[in-house]
């Protein structure tokens, strides 16, 4: 009997946690769509375009008073939206972890970040300046919320599911922001058909993600349960984010190889995220290609990133994350490199490369999410992810940096897009270097048998 008892109570737990995993995959369906369809297909093109229509006869917008060519606009916001996150997360990483509610920070940061891309209905004529200010605080937002998020998956992954439910998370969320993008791209094309001027169907493309982010935020918001976490030590009560920020990587100091993972993870994720957010502006300003193209591309990786995301998964169970994800970082500057050459109005040669990027991109973002949850001391879930969160859009303000500056100064994006391969290159070097099964040991974690 009493045997009995115990495996119902494991029964029930199982299905708790299946429940609670289910629930953890929507949040990636309902903000995955911004980073889709407002980060990397419309709002890099409409926003630059507002610029220039606000421009002076030199092609430079103002905004107070710095000169900023028009073009390196949306580069630099994304830059300062990151700086933004980098002051907010730690905090809110570490009152999370101190309070165990995560559940009421995840629904502010969801739910600003959904206001203000809903707000971006309104950026209509030359209003340039409010659009740098949404996209500063819907990407911030988004960031504190996917950090929070993140951080349950130790707590609702066993080790030996992490992997898989880290996919299927990518997976869920590539699938919504593919659905999306098949209404966008309908609405956009056919938008004489809808009566709307192609600037109103953009702007209601931009705004249904937020309003999409807002709606599916409910579910798990309803699931998900907030825990008591052990800490390790005293922490202040209060502390404004630097200093924060500072006592973070001060106590991430008596884990060093967890250190040396982000580090890595810094500089290769740079490069993936500025992909992202200037994949369509590479399209658009230098080879010439339309919007309707792009989406379809965007689309096209979408899809296959769906794919990807659990292949790779697969392919690490076998090979182990590490490895998986060091092929992976090879294969994005293979692609890179060819993106160089591709000629201008050749949509056919975009597509492949956009295949090549699908192919890799889910998987070698969703197992550096799950790799690193076993590199993270129990109890420290939050301020730990925070840090992940900073490598993740946090501290990738470089890369757009980098890209905007490159253009700035050769006025050739070819040459800004090719200087990214350094980010992949540098960032293979670094993990390769890093000892996972000896980090997670240290970090008082289990060892998976493979890694």
């Known amino acids: 009997m009493g045997t009995d008892t115990v495996r119902a109570g ?168 593919a659905l999306v993008l098949v209404a966008n791209l309908v609405l956009y094309t056919g938008h004489d058909s809808f009566g709307l001027s192609e600037s109103a169907a953009v702007r209601i493309c931009l705004a249904s993600a937020g309003l999409w982010w807002g709606a599916f935020a409910l579910i798990p918001l309803r699931r998900l349960r907030d825990r008591r976490s052990r800490e390790e030590g005293p922490t202040e009560t209060t502390a404004p984010g630097f200093r924060q920020l500072a006592a973070t990587v001060r106590g991430m100091r008596r884990h060093p190889l967890t250190l040396a993972f982000l580090l890595a993870y810094l500089v290769y994720n740079d490069g993936i995220q500025t992909v992202i957010s200037q994949a369509s502006i590479y399209g658009s300003e230098e080879l010439g290609l339309g919007q309707s193209t792009l989406i379809a591309a965007v689309l096209l990786v979408q899809v296959l990133a769906v794919a990807g995301a659990l292949a790779l998964g697969r392919i690490a169970r076998v090979y182990g994350a590490k490895r998986t994800i060091l092929g992976s970082l090879v294969a994005w500057a293979v692609v890179l490199g060819a993106g160089y050459f591709l000629p201008a109005g050749a949509p056919v040669w975009f597509f492949v490369l956009a295949s090549g990027i699908g192919l890799v991109l889910g998987g070698s973002q969703a197992l550096s999410r799950s790799l690193f949850s076993h590199l993270v001391p129990p109890g420290k879930e939050a301020e730990y992810f925070s840090a992940y969160e900073m490598s993740d859009r946090g501290m990738s303000w470089l890369g757009p940096l980098l890209f905007g500056i490159t253009y700035q100064v050769t006025g050739s994006y070819r040459d800004a897009i090719i200087s990214l391969v350094a980010f992949f290159v540098i960032g293979f070097a670094l993990l390769a270097r890093v000892p996972v099964r000896r980090a997670i040991s240290d970090a008082g974690n289990p060892v998976p048998e493979r890694i």
């Open 10 to 177: 494991s029964t029930d737990e199982a299905a708790d946690r299946r429940r609670e995993q289910r629930g953890w995959y929507f949040y990636d369906w309902a903000c995955s769509v911004y980073s889709t369809s407002v980060l990397t297909v419309f709002l890099g093109p409409y926003l630059t375009s507002v610029a220039k229509k606000a421009a002076d006869p030199d092609g430079y917008v103002h905004p107070l008073g710095v000169p900023v060519r028009a073009g390196s606009f949306f580069a630099y916001s994304v830059s300062l939206s990151v700086i933004v996150a980098v002051l907010v997360m730690p905090l809110v990483g570490a009152a999370a972890d101190r309070s165990g509610r995560k559940k009421p920070l995840l629904a502010a940061a969801a739910y600003t970040g959904a206001a203000a891309t809903t707000g971006m209905f309104f950026l209509g004529g030359d209003r340039y300046l409010l659009g740098g200010v949404l996209l500063v605080v819907a990407n911030a937002a988004a960031a504190v919320g996917t950090m929070l998020y993140n951080s349950y998956l130790p707590q609702i992954a066993p080790p030996e599911e992490r992997d898989a439910v880290s996919s299927k998370g990518w997976a869920f969320g590539y699938a919504a922001g």
